[in-house]
């Protein structure tokens, strides 16, 4: 599937991995859209509207998304 991940897109993939017993496995995310390196996810969600413009402010979004529309994970 392509476009942009959605929350409830996210929680499907995770439960399909977890029937297939891949709970445990540690999760690395891409650097950029086109896969050129990857990082380990070290933090939850961050779901305030106030912060995600405020991390906005200092950081950049690459698809320069709304923070209304977005939560972060990293």
Do not use: S
Not at 7 to 21: F, W
Not at 30 to 39: K, L, P, V
Not at 53 to 59: H, L, S
């Amino acid at each position: 599937m392509t476009g942009q991940m959605t929350v409830e897109r996210l929680y499907q993939e995770c439960a399909r991995l977890m029937r297939m017993g891949l709970g445990k496995k540690i999760v690395l995310v891409t650097d950029d859209d086109e896969g050129n390196g990857y990082h380990a996810l070290w933090y939850d969600f961050t779901t305030d509207v106030n912060q995600i413009r405020e991390t906005k402010q200092v950081c950049y979004f690459h698809d320069d998304d709304d923070p209304k529309d977005v939560v972060l994970i990293g």
